[in-house]
């Protein structure tokens, strides 16, 4: 007698994508287990810098660190006033644009020793601050947990997360970030 040959078998083509699917599940796993260390918050609006800010109360240990924000002494007195010691902030002002916002600063926090951070953002801009911060912080094995600060607003069209995502991942290869290239039209 011949065995029943009724075993399914997954499609070599599949293999790539099963791999691609078990790591995304493997970096949320990840992402939900670990603790951060620090509080990073892409700036350019007042309202992501309050929320971190009532964030930071809730975990009083945690440095924060803002990424290309408010003015210093404008970013310095809304931390201030909300209660939050000026020790715990970092001011950073040379990021340009998304990218930059996590490769200005990838290399100073590795040096700090921290792992993993919560990324604070708006929720229309968090597709795209996440796949940065994925290949840029995960290039260095920092973890992000995102917090969404709501908005209001409509999710960024895709093609600003791929194009992102791209220079991102032009950073890595080349360290050159594409934040000068004028786009002619």
Not at 44 to 65: C, M, N, S, T, V
Not at 145 to 162: F, L, T, W
Not at 171 to 180: N, R, V
Request: hydrophobic letters at 40%; a positive charge; glycine letters at 8%.
């Amino acid at each position: 007698m011949q065995a029943s040959k009724s075993k399914r078998r997954i499609p070599l083509w599949a293999i790539p994508l099963v791999g691609i699917a078990l790591f995304a599940t493997y970096k949320e796993l990840k992402s939900l287990l670990v603790k951060p260390q620090a509080i990073f918050v892409l700036g350019g609006e007042e309202r992501r810098e309050a929320y971190a800010a009532k964030f930071a109360r809730q975990h009083p240990d945690l440095p924060i660190w803002v990424s290309s924000g408010s003015p210093e002494d404008y970013a310095k007195r809304l931390f201030g006033n909300r209660g939050i010691a000026r020790d715990r902030v970092y001011l950073d002002y040379a990021a340009r644009d998304t990218v930059t916002n996590f490769t200005t600063l990838v290399d100073r926090l590795k040096a700090q020793n921290i792992h993993s951070v919560y990324l604070i953002t708006s929720d229309d801009h968090m597709l795209r601050a996440r796949i940065v911060g994925e290949i840029v912080f995960g290039s260095r094995g920092i973890t992000i947990k995102p917090i969404a600060v709501p908005s209001g607003r409509e999710p960024e069209p895709v093609q600003k997360c791929v194009r992102d995502g791209a220079r991102a991942v032009l950073w890595l290869t080349t360290g050159y970030t594409g934040a000068t290239l004028k786009v002619r039209g």
